[in-house]
């Protein structure tokens, strides 16, 4: 930052690009901030008066109101909503169009006042955050889920990220790529620990059918690791052990236990209680919930539209 006089500032930001101390050119600490978890300030002691704050964005302070500036909208920190609603709330059932960050603010960041998502600067990254975020769900309720992995070419911005995961069965998920996404890479998890008689804590025969050379396939599994494989490797690679893992499973590789505090963004997972039936009555509910399992069963078995990847994984 230059000012008026022309004298040098730079901001040492946190792990969400707040601007956490302001010092000069000689290593003088000007300004500091104190952020509550939704970016109200919090004994902040303040000199400059910079623009910059919160998550990076410019504080608005001409009408008092001291509202952030997303780009698509303002964000008012003292009650953590946006004041108008997303233009993308679409993508979000099941969520008010003006929560901030599906109500995560400690771990997520909204770039530009729109639909949120984790941004990460490698695949692998994005597949570690989802296993540790998933696997807990995925071996507490013993059924498989899988996503996605994508890219968002935005030139010195671009970044990885991940589809909000789809639940499947105990030994099979349904593996879906929507159009109009550039993806590069899919992942699946294996639910709790079945036995000697499943592949849970490698891929399948059907994982392996289902490699291509359109990007890498990641697992995770009961046992707490985290799997990469892709062609022309020969084996899987091990990129983590720290999962989340079940005690029933004898290979275990850690003593984290699985906990809904480890599930990240749990309503935002592909479930049918998430959307517009959850108003319904429960027969209501019941009634579609098959219509659907039935289009789902059916859908599995047609070939892949233009554009779009789907496949069933089995273990």
């Known amino acids: 930052m230059l000012d008026d006089q022309g004298n040098v500032y730079y901001y040492l930001n946190d792990h969400l690009g707040s601007a956490a101390v302001v ?21 902040s002691s303040v000199v400059l008066g910079q623009a910059y704050r919160y998550t990076g964005k410019p504080l608005d302070e001409e009408f008092d109101l001291d509202w952030y500036y997303y780009g698509a909208r303002y964000y008012d920190p003292s009650i953590g909503r946006f004041p108008s609603i997303d233009p993308l709330h679409g993508k979000s059932p099941g969520w008010s169009p003006y929560a901030y960050c599906l109500n995560n603010p400690l771990r997520l960041v909204d770039p530009d006042g729109l639909a949120p998502g984790d941004h990460f600067l490698t695949m692998d990254q994005a597949a570690l955050d989802c296993g540790m975020c998933y696997n807990s769900r995925s071996i507490l309720e013993d059924r498989e889920y899988s996503t996605n992995i994508y890219w968002v070419d935005q030139g010195a911005n671009s970044y990885f990220s991940y589809d909000v995961p789809r639940w499947g069965g105990a030994h099979n998920v349904l593996v879906r790529r929507d159009p109009g996404k550039t993806y590069v890479a899919s992942q699946h998890g294996h639910g709790a620990y079945s036995g000697p008689q499943y592949s849970d804590n490698t891929f399948s025969t059907t994982d392996y059918l289902n490699l291509s050379d359109l990007g890498p396939m990641y697992l995770s599994t009961p046992n707490g690791s985290l799997l990469k494989w892709q062609i022309p490797m020969d084996a899987p690679q091990v990129l983590s052990t720290g999962l989340p893992s079940d005690p029933n499973d004898p290979t ?29 009555p429960w027969w209501a509910r019941v009634f579609i919930e098959k219509i659907e399992q039935s289009q ?4 599995r078995d047609v070939p892949a539209k233009p554009g779009q990847f789907q496949n069933r994984i089995e273990r």
């Open 23 to 43: 010092i000069n050119s000689s290593g003088t600490v000007r300004d500091k901030h104190k952020y509550q978890a939704f970016g109200g300030s919090d004994g």
């Open 296 to 299: 789902e069963t059916v859908f």
């Open 252 to 280: 275990r590789k850690n003593s984290v236990d699985p906990s809904p505090a480890h599930q990240c963004n749990n309503s935002q997972a592909s479930t049918k209680t998430n959307s517009w039936t959850t108003w319904l």
